[in-house]
C-alpha cells in the first residue's frame, strides 16, 4: 500500500493524480493485476474522466454548482453539506485494472482528486493487488 498526498489550493479543486498513481503501480512491480484508488475523507473523492481538455473539468465543476450549490438549506452545522454529499454522490474509490505493469485507462482517461472542501492537505491511499 503507498499513501500520496495532495495538497489542494482551492475551495474547490480537481487535481490529477494519473501519473502518481502509475508510479505506484509501476515501483510495485505488478504485471497483472487491480489497482484500488481510495481517498479515506468525506468532502473529497476520486474519479475516472477526460483529462486531456480542461473544459471537462470546468464543465463537471459548474455542473456541480448547480445541481449541490455551495449555499442552501443545508441542516449540518459545519457549514460543508454541499462538499458531503458531492463526495457521497460521486465516491471514495475506483479500481483500475494493471496489465503489463501498466494501468489500463482509455486514451483519454485521467484519475482525479476532487476537493471539495478546501484548501487542504489529502491522502490518497493506492492498493495494488496481483492476479
Given at each position: ?11 474547490t ?16 512491480g ?17 474519479f ?11 464543465d ?72
Open positions: 500500500m503507498a499513501v500520496i498526498k495532495v495538497r489542494t489550493t482551492k475551495h479543486s480537481f487535481v490529477n493524480i494519473t501519473n502518481q498513481v502509475r508510479e505506484v503501480v509501476r515501483a510495485s505488478v504485471r497483472s493485476g487491480m489497482c484500488l484508488v481510495y481517498v479515506p475523507h468525506t468532502t473529497a473523492c476520486v475516472i474522466n477526460e483529462g486531456a481538455d480542461p473544459d471537462v473539468i470546468k463537471i465543476t459548474y455542473s456541480l454548482e448547480k445541481i449541490i450549490p455551495w449555499r442552501d438549506n443545508y441542516a449540518h452545522s459545519e457549514g460543508n453539506s454541499a462538499a458531503h454529499i458531492r463526495s457521497a454522490i460521486i465516491g471514495n474509490s475506483r479500481v483500475i485494472p494493471i496489465e503489463d505493469g501498466d494501468l489500463v485507462l482509455g486514451t483519454w482517461e485521467a484519475i482525479f482528486l476532487a476537493e471539495f472542501d478546501g484548501p487542504r492537505e489529502r491522502k490518497i491511499i493506492v492498493k495494488v493487488i496481483e492476479d
